[in-house]
């Protein structure tokens, strides 16, 4: 069995590892890193990245639909090929595994394929490696959750959906969030007949209710079928189609649906299956690695010292890539930091030197079309902390010039202020997810509605719209 000794041991390699292996091996760090598939991670192989390929595409045909009689025809003379867009993200990324090792390699990292596995708080076994390290970062992240019904094997996860090889004639989401509604209106812009199921009440818990109720509203006038209160209980395959049966409603009566595909979109569980967490005593559990502010991993006796986790294996943060970039790019600063002191106890300087890790502020998009974007409270959270201090600005965006030079007949914003400071906006409407970053940046920076109002904007544009939200 091969021995080796780093100073930092990686395990995983998206992008919340990127930055430690990069930062601590390019300054010199003796830096190792595994990862039990190809280098690269979720994001950019098979998740957020991949799915712009098709998204774009989607917003195009999208927008034809919208103006169709104002310059255009109808989407159907509007050729598209499924697999060409296919192949378009294939050349992005097929290259993404050998670029990422190439980077580790050129930054001096120690590269590893195989499952890791701790020994003990110092050690963990790839393969035949035995490899010590002085700090171990946990960045795994997660996959799709199993169904756990009856012929759960005949539903597809987000990773095979963005590889098929055409489209289908209809389609069955299981799940109501991110996933799910971007799939589903990609689909529904190729004209494919598709159905969208949700266990609770509600689509997209996290986002404002009355925006997700435009979005649902929005989707109805598409074709779309949303079932809420729906819980599947067996998928059954019959020919070439398959039988997705539920119960539905508070009556809990059976129903089904017949698809060309379903797809399981009902959320994500953290990568720890076999990882032996139990020999360094760090519970586990389908949320996540428990964390505390300085992202060391929460044990049975304690806070782990030398094991970090970042990334969506963290039980407490929002499974965003930014917010995997944050955690990364702060552990590496920690651990530079750790290592570059020998004069005491490295641990010693948490709390005094090293401070624990403040989230900026995060916006979310989900990529419909249009898209519905967040930032801050919504408006039931901002009751709950301001009472009623908090005033609200909301209303349609349907008839200004911006929402008619594309055709949309549905644009919804709503503004959340305390007094003169902005805590929450959230917009429904064409090219939201570039405008909530102007909300964010108001938020993160303490730019009061006041100076918001006041500042000069590149008109006309999406962005200076905000102005007349405020």
């Known amino acids: 069995m091969e021995q080796f000794s780093f100073e930092v041991f990686v395990i995983g390699t998206g992008t919340a590892a990127y930055h430690i292996v990069s930062t601590l091996a390019g300054s010199g760090y003796s830096v190792g890193v595994v990862d039990m598939r190809e280098y690269g991670g979720t994001c950019a192989l098979r998740g957020c990245q991949a799915k712009k390929f098709f998204v774009t595409h989607a917003e195009i045909r999208a927008l034809v639909r919208s103006l169709r009689g104002k310059g255009f025809g109808s989407t159907e003379s509007l050729h598209s090929s499924w697999k060409q867009i296919l192949d378009f993200k294939n050349s992005f990324t097929d290259y993404v595994p050998k670029s990422t090792e190439n980077s580790f390699v050129e930054a ?39 169904l756990n019904i009856k012929g759960q094997e005949y539903a597809i996860d987000s990773e095979a959906f963005l590889s098929m090889e055409s489209e289908p004639s ?21 004209d494919v007949n598709v159905s969208i199921l949700q266990r609770s009440k509600r689509m997209l818990r996290q986002f404002d209710e009355e925006m997700v109720g435009h979005l649902v509203e929005h989707g109805r006038e598409l074709g779309l079928q949303q079932h809420v209160m729906s819980v599947p209980t067996s998928i059954e395959q019959r020919g070439k189609h398959y039988v997705l049966n539920f119960d539905s409603g508070i009556e809990r ?32 559990s389908q949320s996540g690695i428990e964390v505390d502010p300085y992202l060391r991993c929460i044990a049975d006796a304690g ?17 965003l890539a930014p917010v995997a970039d944050v955690q990364g790019s702060y552990i590496a600063s920690l651990l530079e930091r750790l290592l570059a002191t020998a004069y005491r106890k490295p641990e010693s300087l948490l709390g005094d030197e090293i401070k624990p890790l403040v989230y900026p502020i995060i916006p979310s998009v989900v990529f419909t079309h249009p898209q519905l974007a967040m930032v801050g409270l919504t408006e039931q959270k901002a009751r709950e902390r301001y009472g009623n201090e908090v005033t609200i600005r909301s209303g349609s965006t349907a008839s200004w010039p911006s929402s008619k030079r594309v055709g949309e007949t549905h644009g919804w914003y709503k503004m959340l202020y305390y ?29 009061t509605r006041t100076q918001l109002k006041s500042a000069i904007w590149a008109y006309p544009t999406m962005g200076s719209d905000i102005k007349y939200m405020l």
């Open 108 to 146: 001096g990292a120690t590269l590893f394929h195989g499952h890791a596995r701790f020994l003990d708080s110092r050690t963990v076994e790839v393969g035949d490696a035995r490899i010590t390290s002085k700090y171990f970062v946990i960045a795994t992240g997660s996959r799709p959750a199993s």
């Open 170 to 190: 209809s389609c069955v989401f299981i799940g109501g969030g991110y996933i799910a509604y971007e799939f589903a209106y990609l689909l529904s812009s190729f």
């Open 253 to 284: 009566k059976s129903a089904s649906i017949t698809a060309d595909r379903i797809v399981n979109a009902s959320g994500r569980v953290a990568n720890t299956d076999d990882l032996g967490l139990e020999h360094i005593g760090i519970p586990v």
């Open 303 to 319: 806070v782990h010292n030398t094991v970090f986790a970042i990334g969506d294996v963290v039980a407490s943060s929002p499974q």
């Open 419 to 447: 007094h003169d400071e902005l805590v929450g906006a959230h917009l429904f409407r064409h090219e939201a997810g570039e405008s909530i970053n102007v909300c964010a940046l108001a938020i993160g920076q303490n730019i």
